[in-house]
């Protein structure tokens, strides 16, 4: 059983900002649950009860369409170095669209990167520390180029198409609010 808390205290701050992969995990009423690892300098700590993270475009979109029906969003640390530490902020998020008034401001919290597809403004409920004493090892041998690239391919005209495409519906057929009907 691990430790709660009602919001990030500095030390689990500083345990994020260690980290170079992340985790989340949303579901719908019904249907799959998503958990999906998440990297590229995509996350910012805005204060104990809120977390703001990019989502960059991919080939699903699960995340938005299932806050579109329940609320509920969890994201999760772990430890693969030295110090074993499991860490979750369980809360809800706001979803943000490139075409939402308040994207640009958001935005701004990140370097510019081509492929941007969503903001999730997360509001944090509970915290929870484990112990991760069965997380093994593993070294950071740095951050894939590969999404950036296939971005840079695809051009700024292209990956809209891309989102229509492809990032419409989630795994269940329910939608994922990319495109503004």
Known sequence: MGTQYDSLSDQHIAFIGEQHLFFTGTAGASGKVNI????????????????????????????????????????????????????????????????????????AHFPDQLGMRQIYDMQIDMVQKSCGYAVPFFDHAGDRDTLKHWAEDKGAEGIPAYWTERNTQTLDGAPTGIVEE
């Open 36 to 107: 999906s690892p998440k990297g590229m300098d995509s996350l910012r700590v805005m204060g104990p009860n809120r977390i703001l993270w990019r989502n960059f475009t991919g080939s699903g979109n699960e995340t938005a369409g299932h806050l579109a029906q329940v609320n509920r969003m969890t994201l999760m640390w772990c430890s693969f170095t030295k110090r074993p530490m499991i860490l979750r902020a369980y809360g809800t998020a706001r979803t943000l669209h490139p075409r939402d008034a308040d994207w640009a401001e958001m935005a």
